[in-house]
């Protein structure tokens, strides 16, 4: 079995970064990309398997009695925005840059970590199993990702999820819970007296929204943020309608599950409250993690993450952390630098050799 060196390894990565651009993958639409990730196993002699438009393999020495670290991103983008003034699906370097759809997110940590998974799949004695994961309908918190994926994994004890943060260490992220909610009321004429009226019965619950503060602060991402981002009520001048419909926003800690922030609500509020999803909760990871401390030893900071990601459907520890800038993410013109995607190949694989403690020097 070769072994590749990490420069080999990351002109083959931007490689085949420049074929995913090209490629295209809308959420739910990622099979032609998926078989772009199989043909990288099959040209490094490496097994994988594939449910849907997911693609995963284990390390070669695999050992199901050792804890399994999880190295994950997506391959799915968003559309382009009219924004473009380049060709989305072309590959552009100009300037050290590589321009395209998905080169930014998630396209650079996708390959980094998957040049990093290579480059650790034949090492023997590993204290913990290596697990990639290139996923799908991240970008649409769709039921065919990592979180329909789960079920056919091994047990994973912690994660490292690809997305761009300046390879800086994302030790926490805001869980979303989105809320369609209706007030209810009395229909009646407006030129008659009603003390039911659903849209002034709204105020206390936008009130209510805009001062509550949860008592449980974060270290890292700071308290928990409710938002009314849409109010609906009525047709005509002068009907009085028998509802009034809220959205409502919310951005949670890693202090509470979405189920606690719900029945905290369902306390206060008169109405009735439907959760569009339940599943996107805070993630985090504890500073004093094995894993953070190796970044950290090489200078990498800590933060919290107000962007949602993958991370939202693990149980185990997890943070974020990969190549390029969250800022570009889902910009018009989208691109990554080429340093970047060195920068983060060879820091991905040396905080996992400080993590495994290998004495040996990457090169």
């Not at 419909?245 to 189920?259: F, G, K, P």
């Not at 805070?282 to 949602?308: C, E, M, W």
């Amino acid at each position: 079995m070769t072994h590749k060196s990490i420069e080999i390894l990351t002109n083959e990565a931007i490689s085949l970064l420049k074929q995913l651009i090209e490629t295209p993958s809308f959420s739910s639409e990622e099979a032609q990309t998926a078989f772009l990730l199989q043909n990288w196993f099959y040209d490094n002699s490496i097994p994988f398997q594939r449910e849907n438009n997911n693609v995963w393999a284990v390390n070669f020495h695999y050992d199901a009695s050792k804890p399994t670290l999880l190295l994950n991103s997506h391959h799915d983008t968003v559309k382009p925005n009219e924004g473009y003034t380049l060709n989305p699906f072309e590959a552009i370097e100009k300037d050290g840059k590589l321009f395209g759809l998905g080169s930014n997110d998630a396209g650079g940590c996708l390959v980094s970590l998957l040049a990093t998974f290579t480059y650790f799949y034949a090492h023997d004695n590993l204290p913990y199993n290596i697990l990639f994961a290139g996923t799908a309908e991240e970008e649409s918190s769709g039921p065919n990702g990592l979180n329909g994926l789960l079920k056919h994994l091994p047990e994973i004890e912690c994660a490292i999820v690809g997305e761009p943060t300046q390879m800086q260490l994302a030790i926490a992220e805001k869980g979303l819970l989105v809320l369609d909610i209706i007030i209810p009321g009395t229909a009646s004429h407006a030129a008659h007296q009603n003390t039911d009226n659903p849209i002034y019965n709204a105020l206390s619950a936008i009130e209510w929204f805009r001062t509550y503060e949860f008592e449980k602060i974060s270290e890292v991402l700071g308290p928990v943020k409710m938002t009314v981002t849409q109010i609906n009520a009525g047709k005509q001048h002068n009907v009085v309608p028998s509802e009034c419909s809220l959205v409502v926003d919310i951005r949670v800690n890693d202090c509470y599950s979405n189920e606690e922030i719900l029945k905290v609500l369902q306390q206060h509020i008169k109405g009735k409250i439907n959760p569009r999803s339940m599943h996107l909760n805070a993630s985090s990871i504890d500073k004093n993690h094995p894993l953070v401390q190796a970044g950290i030893s090489l200078g990498r900071k800590t933060y919290g993450s107000p962007t949602l990601s993958d991370q939202s459907v693990l149980s185990c520890q997890s943070m974020k952390l990969g190549p390029g800038d969250s800022l570009r993410s889902h910009t018009a013109n989208e691109f990554i630098y080429l340093e970047e995607i060195r920068e983060g190949i060879h820091l991905y694989t040396k905080i996992l050799s400080d993590f495994f403690n290998l004495n040996n020097t990457i090169t």
